[in-house]
């Protein structure tokens, strides 16, 4: 069996190689897709068109696609993606500095999204058209239709502004902390290794709001869809089957949820892939710092290496999610590996 | 069963105008459309609400400029962020605009950026899933590839680069979510394409040599429409989602245009201060459209496909 | 006393076009040690009968009248905890498609033993053992390797072979064979119905086999019951519903049996659609089927006793009844009426 997972996973990976090219190619042209040069930017407003020009040609932009995209390429691929006009910073740097940050949000909103998700979708299904269904069912859709950044917002006016139960959403952890040393750069966890419990403490405080956000918004998705996989095995033969021999209606419930588990899985990855996008605007919201405030910021300003290098490693993210999540199903379904 | 959904979907005629010249048969088609829909509606609490929903804000949107009558660029200059009260229903914005006229005019571009960009994607992406499904071959394995690619990136994230990098926002806001919604009618279409190319009858179709695209239209095309009308209303939630999205991280529609994205975010400033009206309205009407197509969308997959419950 | 005795069992469906009337008076007894069939056409509640005596009907079926004893106990009104102590103990089931029926998720032999484990209690030891030696006494060649497949793995025919051990491993005394050959290769189901008549007259258990196929309750059954429109038409040993069938469906299920390679007959064979289950015709529900039809028909039917415990459920239930005129002239004895 082990064999089997290990050829596989090699399998996986070298799908990935065509994926990841189309990745670059795509995150390539589409900051070249746009009808605003970024010499025009890093020139400012007051550059005469000689002077965009010389930016132009500094940065190698008078050069054809193809030639440009292998300049890039063969830099990104030694790591170097260019440099910041805003900060002035190698943009691998500040990309390595942040990742840990957004991880942090995004790992506690996906975690408690999926625990939600599953609970809820799991109780709907097996009180189906009961009266926990109905109601379940209709907080789920509403839950479903919130955009992200509005329900971070009534999150904040009702447990900031009206209760004031949750601290400012201005960052991370209160300023005038001790900040732990070094260890992964998610600070919850570094604050906790280390023992800076008060700066731990205020860690914690200041992420609960926004990753139970993301996990509220992104947890209704899974619900629903949890909700669809569990009516489905529950109505299967198989549970059909183990009702007949005499088995429990809570051992037909786990049946029926393992049963459910490798579409869930797959359904995870994707739901991941979209907590990205929400947590980067939640990120804006609460001024976290992370990737994605990163990011959107250098979206708006034209920071283009920037932009470039945040789509990139979000590519890279969503494709090794999906690819963690097929493996997680090939280790656990045994009709996968027979492909 | 199918008939009736699929005659549910076709928009109902407005009551009480009779459509000029269409012949007897036409009538009666529209009439047992009708009836199809009224079935619909009748079917479930979600098919009710859904289509009401639905229905106030098409109207709404469309006799804005009738229904409320105040300009919603207008500055009530003594009146910055007045709480909702008789002069001003939801109350004005830090730019002492009417939040309650700029929330009904938001309507109409919303929809129809949101409609527009779908109609594209419906015919590109149909077009392209029954080409792929039928014809196969390289044409079939190159897109779905690209699909893959597009996959790996997490969607609002490619919007906002791809909006942000063009200066013909409106044009842009369209484009990009015409994109991104176009493979997954490329994908349902093949999917259904493939199942049905050796059914019987398509099969029939072939062999007293049909033509292709004639085989597509008149076979194929009535069996791929339940799953398609599913994924319009599916896909009209996601795209009004984000339309808005975008315009609130600043990128797209930009303010003062009356948007609802763009109103939360210029709202946002001062929620912590206790002005939650500029930012809840707008985030209210925005979560009830997408709440209606959400609805409709559960509610026809529920009335085409019964056995589920 | 009969290990299984239903009585007057009524079952109720709601579907979107009214209620629909599947069972509508089914009494069948099962005597221990002996193979019952259960024959009919799709709809005709063959199945339904087989589920609601498990008490597994699903939300929209329910039984509203009748009983269906299991060694003197009833099934339908006994609680569900009871009923599941059952389910798998005493009374075991093999279903068709048996790939699908197994979690796709856990190994054949695991399956086994839960079973084992759960009903007797034995230990995780002695319940991989049971379960290895189940697995060979079906006829599985390397019993040990085979109870680590996954049901995938597996073919059809040895996937039934699976069933039928795990159905086995209990020691039942009732098994409820629901269509077991129903999408299996001819030589298969053969082999699986040899099978399955061989451990049951190893192990002494009784077997309800419902089937669509006539020859199957020909070589494997000792008596039949024939089912229409959720009722029990006919029902008698194989000699009396073969040799000397009494209702007008049994008679056109038999010529069509041995007749199906005579073209001539071919019009002849009942190829109507069944009766609308929402809105049954009142009296017999065959009637407008029926080649001898008339307006008495329309009554309730009385379940006539043939001779030897065969009785069929007709008005003209003798060969007599050929000529509906002559029908007075039925000496068959009236056992009881039954109505709509």
């Known amino acids: ?339 | ?309 | 006393m009969a290990l299984l005795s239903i009585k007057d069992l009524r079952v109720h469906i709601a579907t979107p076009n009214g209620t629909a009337h599947a069972l509508n008076g089914v009494s069948l007894d099962v005597d221990e040690h002996e193979i019952v069939g259960l024959i009919g056409e799709t709809g005709a509640g063959k199945s339904l009968t087989a589920w609601s005596v498990l008490g597994l009907l699903g939300p929209r079926a329910r039984v509203v009248e009748g009983t269906a004893e299991f060694e003197g106990t009833d099934l339908v009104s006994m609680s569900e905890r009871r009923r599941r102590r059952l389910r798998g103990k005493d009374v075991a089931v093999i279903v068709q498609n048996p790939r699908g029926a197994l979690d796709p998720l856990r190994s054949v032999g695991r399956q086994i033993a839960e079973t084992n484990r759960r009903h007797r209690g034995a230990g995780r030891k002695a319940a991989k053992e049971n379960a290895i030696r189940a697995l060979r006494d079906v006829g599985i060649s390397d019993p040990a390797r085979r109870a680590k497949a996954f049901a995938h793995q597996l073919s059809g025919g040895m996937a039934q072979r699976v069933l039928i051990a795990l159905a086995m491993i209990n020691e039942p005394k009732l098994i409820i064979a629901d269509e077991p050959t129903t999408g299996l290769d001819l030589t298969v189901q053969a082999q699986i119905l040899d099978l399955l008549r061989a451990r049951v007259d190893a192990t002494g258990s009784a077997v309800l086999l419902i089937t669509h196929d006539l020859g199957v309750v020909a070589n494997y059954c000792d008596r039949v019951a024939v089912m229409f429109a959720g009722r029990i038409v006919e029902q008698g040993t194989i000699a009396q519903i073969f040799g000397n069938p009494r209702h007008p469906y049994t008679q056109a299920l038999v010529k069509a049996s041995r007749e199906t390679l005579d073209e001539t007959v071919s019009e002849e064979t009942d190829r109507s659609e069944p009766p609308n289950l929402v809105d049954l015709p009142s009296g017999c529900h065959y009637r407008f089927r029926c080649p001898l039809a008339a307006d008495v028909c329309a009554t309730p039917v009385p379940e006539v006793e043939v001779g030897g415990g065969h009785r069929a459920l007709c008005h003209f239930p003798g060969d007599a009844a050929r000529d509906p005129g002559a029908a007075a002239s039925v000496r068959a004895e009236t056992v009881e009426r039954v109505g709509p």
């Open chain 1, 1 to 339: 069996m082990g064999k089997g997972l290990g050829r596989y996973l090699a399998y996986r990976l070298l799908l990935l190689v065509p994926l990841l090219f189309g990745v670059s190619v795509l995150t390539f042209l589409l900051v070249r897709l746009g009808d605003s040069s970024p010499a025009v930017m890093v020139a400012g407003p007051t550059a005469t068109q000689a002077q965009i020009e010389d930016i132009e040609a500094e940065m190698g932009l008078d050069r054809s696609l193809p030639v440009q995209y292998w300049t890039w390429l063969s830099d990104a691929v030694r790591g170097d993606l260019g440099t910041s006009w805003m900060s002035n910073r190698p943009v691998t740097e500040e990309l390595m500095e942040k990742l840990p940050i957004t991880l942090e949000l995004i790992g506690f909103g996906v975690a408690g999204a999926i625990i939600f998700g599953v609970l809820v979708g799991v109780a709907s299904a097996v009180r189906q058209r009961g009266l926990v269904d109905q109601v379940l069912r209709i907080v789920t859709l509403a839950g479903v239709s919130i955009p992200i950044f509005w329900g971070a917002l009534l999150m904040i006016a009702f447990f900031f502004t009206v209760l004031g139960w949750a601290p400012a959403p201005l960052g991370r952890v209160e300023r005038g902390l001790t900040m732990p040393p070094h260890v992964t750069g998610m600070l919850v966890f570094d604050s906790v290794v280390t023992g800076y419990f008060a700066t731990a403490a205020s860690a914690i405080a200041h992420l609960a709001l926004p990753a139970l956000t993301i996990s509220m918004i992104t947890g209704a998705t899974i619900a629903k869809q949890a909700r669809a996989a569990m009516v489905e095995t529950l109505g299967s033969p198989a549970v059909r089957y183990a009702r007949a021999c005499g088995m429990s209606e809570r051992g037909v419930v786990w049946l029926a949820f393992r049963n459910a588990l490798p579409d869930l899985i797959g359904f995870f990855g994707i739901t991941f892939s979209l907590a990205l996008g929400g947590a980067a605007i939640s990120e804006l919201i609460f001024s976290w710092g992370g990737l994605g405030q990163l990011g959107l910021e250098a979206i708006t300003n034209a920071d283009f290496a920037v932009v470039q290098g945040f789509i990139l490693v979000m590519g890279v993210l969503t494709a090794a999610i999906y690819l963690i999540a097929d493996l997680v199903v090939a280790a656990i379904d045994p009709r996968v590996k027979l492909q």
């Open chain 2, 1 to 309: 069963m199918n008939d009736d959904a699929v005659a549910s979907a076709r928009p109902m005629p407005a009551p009480g105008t009779p459509p000029a010249n269409v012949d007897p048969g036409e009538v009666g088609r529209l009439r047992a459309a009708a009836r199809g829909m009224w079935r619909f509606m009748t079917s479930s609490m979600a098919a009710f609400t859904g289509t009401v929903i639905v229905l106030v804000f098409v109207v709404v949107g469309a006799l804005a400029d009738v229904l409320v009558p105040t300009d919603p660029l207008q500055v009530f200059g003594s009146d910055l962020l007045e709480p909702p009260g008789a002069d001003h229903w939801f109350g004005t914005d830090g730019n002492g605009m009417d939040v309650f006229a700029r929330t009904i005019h938001a309507i109409q571009i919303d929809l129809v950026i949101s409609v527009t960009a779908v109609a594209i994607s419906i015919v590109v992406g149909v077009a392209l899933g029954l080409i792929a499904g039928y014809r196969g071959g390289w044409f079939e394995m190159v897109l779905l590839r690209l699909m893959d690619v597009l996959q790996a990136f997490p969607a609002l994230i490619l919007a906002l680069a791809v909006v942000a990098a063009s200066q013909e926002s409106m044009t842009a806001v369209i484009a990009v979510i015409a994109f991104l919604d176009t493979p997954v009618f490329i994908r349902m279409t093949r999917g259904q394409v493939l199942s049905l190319r050796e059914a019987m009858y398509v099969e029939a179709a072939r062999s007293t040599g049909n033509k292709p695209w004639r085989i597509m239209w008149r076979h194929i095309m009535p069996n791929t429409l339940p799953p398609l009308i599913i994924q319009t209303a599916v896909r009209l939630a996601w795209s009004v989602m984000i339309v808005s999205s975008l315009a609130f991280v600043g990128v797209g529609i930009q303010v003062p245009t009356p948007e609802w994205g763009a109103m939360i975010r210029h709202g946002s400033a001062f929620i912590t201060s206790g002005q939650w009206w500029p930012s809840v309205f707008p985030g209210l009407a925005l979560m009830l459209l997408v709440l209606g197509f959400n609805l409709l969308a559960d509610a026809i997959q529920d009335h085409l496909d019964p056995r589920k419950d």
